[in-house]
């Protein structure tokens, strides 16, 4: 028989299934710790340091080997594990300070499509820089913990002696928060971390002025936006590409790109403009990359300036990127969003308990040897004796009791004289070991001293950075550039600007036929029913609003769509601007300083102004939501470069002149209006012109007598001969 269901509150649900989900995928998957590593990598890296493979004697190992070995602590797929060796190779240059020292295919992190081989092929061992993460981990500095089965052991965190947090790039997605952590320079980083380890206000900044990363390229500096970053974590910078115009061969070889790029990515971006004729100057793209390096050469047509081409395609494609910051660590299990120096304030505390450990290790260590050999030390005495009570006792286990009453020695310092090999019981052995007491009290005394003082042991730290910066410094592969001191593309000034026309048809066909064109054309061509319901002049340079009857406005640079002809049907707009299904365009303005209104009549006979600048962003949006009132059915709507008279009309032949002037301007765009036609029962407003267009009156006539508004009733049987007949309705609009 089944179960019968359980009613719960799906909160509850929630919270006992899913939390726990995230919470694992936060705190054991996404986010890097203080050390700089995340489980994986972390459990990795400590698999091969098992296996020995920090020793620079021994060869490198099939990473199907590491690959098998790690999951005794990592229990996901032989790809997963591999996966994230790969990241960590000098090879495939993803880090800037790689752990991982690679022989074989590893791809490139700068290639989409470059895919390693496979574990069985390549070989690895760890890079010598390792030993700054493991050199203490076996004097009780960082805590052990079991592993997913418990049978073996396994580090909480990497005793590491620099901050390796910051020194490569790490990035993780969690549920509902994200890290994006950028690279520094090691030299850099180790030098801020002194500086700051002497003075706790000190400006990190002067000592590391910006991120580094393996690939190279430009970064544009932006000072404030660097110290935002820097300060709170969040932020982001623009990199751009490295190349050299090679002038023999007219082309222009691409060397460094930004760390966030593929070539692939970039060479498909091309040769989409190119195919969109938005690119002329370029005959061919290749990638050329080989053992070498990165390298994408675009040849370029004869008399092209290769400076300004490179302008464009860096607004255009990914050869300038941004990198996007999210300082997101976790400390101490829980998710932190934190600065440069709070990381670093961070980092030196962990250190700090790292060799605040470590000394206690070595200290405790020293102390036990020191205990022995004060034991051997009363051996010295009388060393006959201590032969002759060991001779003398009958039953072994009497050996220890009789040494500790016969020289008035504890029970380890016993056992430890009774170990003692029988060829090793002279004076001259004893006495080289007792002349180790002086060295190992005058240690324990020093390394007690420098326990009990934060200023010592900061100096340890500093010491030990001052050694990695010695052994492991490198020259900054990413070179720094001031943005004001970088050519920006501005795209409008490369367009050539000329006088067009615009049509758009009921059907939603678009044309943009230029003044000389339009002359010589014939009659417009059309789909069958279609017809062109909206003109209007404009330049090349103008920016198109697109109203549709969703209430969305679609905008276009007038630039961007080709010029066409009146024998052609035109452009179809629903593809062209991605438009919903079933929606359609029924408006449309060209605008190049968004001065003016725009005018929009309810069917509930409301009327609202609304500024053209309304609908300007900063931003190149393509599209707008909410562009006009949805409370009522839209009748009409009219663009006005100022402001004239105004006819509306109702159902019931009912019309309306009065000045726009006399409406409200409303800066928010989905104002529903002010009420201008006063409507009966079962009737609605119909149609918004221009008075002059109206066919009913001369707006002027009424203007003289400073009339602001007139009421006209059509006739039915006079509506032909358009005869008006004038009358002053009193309480009405």
Known sequence: MENPPVQQIITDTLEQNYMPYAMSVIISRALPEIDGL??????????MYNMGLLNSNKPRVKSANVVGQTMFL???????????????TRDNAALLVPFVDSKGNFGKQYSRDMAFAAPRYTEVKLEQVCEELFSEIDKDTVDFVDNYDGTMKEPVLLPVRFPSILANVTTGIAVGMASSICSFNLKELCEATIALLKDSHADVMESMPAPDFPGGGYLLYNEEEMKRIYETGRGSFKMRSKYTYNKAANCIEI??????????????????????????EITDIRDETDIKGLKITIDLRRGTDPDKLMLRLFKQTALEDSFPCNFNVLINGQPRVMGVREILNEWKDFRLECVRRRLTYEIDKKQKQLHLLYGLREILLDIDKAIKIIRNTEEDALVIPNLMDGFGIDKIQAE?????????????YILKRLEDIEALEKDIAELSDVLKSDSKMRKVIIHDLQDIIKKYGQPRCTEIVKSEEIQVFNEESHIEDYNVKLFLTEQG?????????????GEHKLKDGD???????????????????????????????????????????????EMEPEEKIIYMVATTDFSGFMLFAFQGGKLAKIPLSAYETKTNRKKLINAYSDFSPLAAMLFLSEDTMLCVRSSNLKALVFSSEAVAVKTTKSSRGVQVLTLRRNTTLTELMLAENSGLLDPLKYQSKNIPAAGFFLKEEDRAQKQIKLFENEGEE
């Open 531 to 577: 017809k062109i319901f909206v003109s209007q002049e404009a330049t090349n340079k103008s920016e198109i609003l697109f109203f549709s009857d969703k209430h969305n406005c679609y905008k276009m640079k007038a630039y961007d769509l080709p010029d066409g002809k009146a024998s052609a049907f035109g452009e179809y707009l629903p593809n062209v601007l």
């Open 74 to 88: 990592n229990p996901h797929g032989d790809m997963a594990i591999y996966e994230t060796m790969v990241r960590l």
């Open 255 to 280: 060397t460094e790109i930004p760390y966030t790029a593929s070539i692939e990515v970039i060479v498909e971006k091309i040769i989409d403009l190119i195919k969109q004729g938005k690119i002329k």
């Open 416 to 428: 430890y004289v009774a170990e003692i090999k029988l060829r090793n019981i002279n004076k001259q």
């Open 38 to 47: 995340k489980p994986s990598h972390r459990k990795l890296l400590y698999t």
């Open 509 to 521: 066909y678009f044309k943009k036929i230029t003044l000389t064109s339009l002359r010589s054309s």
